[in-house]
T-cell receptor, first 114, second 114 residues
Framework: DTGVSQNPRHKITKRGQNVTFRCDPI?????LYWYRQTLGQGPEFLTY????????KSRLLSDRFSAERPKGSFSTLEIQRTEQGDSAMYLC????????????FGNGTRLTVT | KQEVTQIPAALSVPEGENLVLNCSFT??????LQWFRQDPGKGLTSLLL?????REQTSGRLNASLDKSSGRSTLYIAASQPGDSATYLC?????????????FGRGTSLIVHP
């Protein structure tokens, strides 16, 4: 069990550029969640996958955001035409299908949009 | 919509004190509640998970209790140490069309000084 892995750890980009983040969940975990966290706030839900199916999307997820989980393994989160307001920590979490199984988080990707 | 509140927002205590962190939620129809620790710039580390049918869980110096009917949980930390300094977050998992999306509070920032 190597835990949830996120890459890159840090990303600095200029406004208007596209960025993509990757999350590798714990291998047997069916559920995968993306959250966004800004300073002093708790994580805010963005989107959820069960295996390869994207089942929930938050209203926070504008049209500039897209997420995929091909083959139900790793997941990517892409932000197009980044804005300064997108600067945040992007966190990925995974769990087993049992809703009473604990959530495991990666170390996050810190995005700074200049 | 589930709302989670954590009180206090910040806490500073001398080493050795016993302390209680509070988490309240508005919708009592939860599956479980999970407590996490977050160190600066890092992801979340799971501490304890309490299922809706349980009243408390213990791990070392940590004890978490759940009163589902009143929408409250407490995290008790015994004999606090400087290494306990971190932000503590609670997350409530509620069923929503089969997705069980965890909702987070803003956290309690804890400083334990020697």
């Amino acid at each position: 069990d190597t835990g949830v892995s996120q890459n890159p750890r840090h990303k600095i980009t200029k406004r208007g550029q596209n960025v993509t983040f990757r999350c590798d969940p714990i291998s047997e975990h069916n559920r995968l969640y993306w959250y966004r966290q800004t300073l002093g706030q708790g994580p805010e839900f963005l989107t959820y996958f069960q295996n390869e199916a994207q089942l929930e999307k938050s209203r926070l997820l504008s049209d500039r955001f897209s997420a995929e989980r091909p083959k139900g393994s790793f997941s990517t989160l892409e932000i197009q035409r980044t804005e300064q307001g997108d600067s945040a920590m992007y966190l990925c979490a995974s769990s087993l299908l049992d809703p009473n199984s604990p959530l495991h988080f990666g170390n996050g990707t810190r995005l700074t949009v200049t | 919509k589930q709302e989670v509140t954590q009180i206090p927002a910040a806490l500073s205590v001398p080493e050795g004190e016993n302390l209680v962190l509070n988490c309240s939620f508005t919708d009592s129809a939860i599956y479980n509640l999970q407590w996490f620790r977050q160190d600066p710039g890092k992801g979340l580390t799971s501490l304890l998970l309490i299922q809706s049918s349980q009243r408390e869980q213990t791990s070392g110096r940590l004890n978490a209790s759940l009163d589902k009917s009143s929408g409250r949980s407490t995290l008790y930390i015994a004999a606090s140490q400087p290494g306990d300094s971190a932000t503590y977050l609670c997350a409530v998992r509620t069923e929503s069309g089969g997705s069980y999306i965890p909702t987070f509070g803003r956290g309690t920032s804890l400083i334990v000084h020697p």
